[in-house]
């Protein structure tokens, strides 16, 4: 009776410790998922292509996207998303929400956005490739940060 009374408060006292390490992972989880802008801003970068990298005149249109809404940013020739594992061979920060771009003939458009306080900032650079490409992004557009398409403003910029 005693060995049975023992196992049963072993028993117990591993599943209590058990479940408050659980709810320290959640609540590590949930405070990483909070103080991260990356897990609830959303700002994608987009390209839709025209006409066809392979006609003589390519044409490709990059896009923002953020919530329902999307940005018109800019036309060039050739587009196309860059994964996050590929950011620092284009130049772009860690902290990118998310990058595009392309080369053609030479010369290239490359486009990133950053959350910054209550808005998005779009960078883009325009690098010609040789032996070594520089990316030199500059400010392309800053954007209101929309959570709902209530906050979103209307935008009728065309490039």
Known sequence: MKLRLLFAFCLFTLVACNQKEE???ERIDQEV?????NSWVKADLQC???????????LAVVYLSQV??????????????????????????????SACGGWWAGRGNFYYTL?????????????V????????????R??????TTADLVEDTYMP
């Open 115 to 127: 959350h910054e306080g209550d808005s998005i900032t779009v960078m883009h650079a325009q690098p």
């Open 142 to 147: 800053r954007l209101p940060v929309s959570h």
């Open 23 to 25: 709810e320290q992972y």
């Open 129 to 140: 490739q040789s032996d070594t490409v520089d990316f030199q992004y500059s400010l392309l």
């Open 33 to 37: 998922a909070v103080s991260d802008p």
């Open 68 to 97: 329902e809404m999307q940005y018109v940013l800019d036309t060039v020739y050739t587009c196309s998303v860059i994964a996050p594992q590929m950011y620092t061979s284009f130049g772009v920060p860690r902290q990118a929400l």
């Open 48 to 58: 839709e292509e025209i006409q066809s990298a392979d006609e003589d005149n390519p």
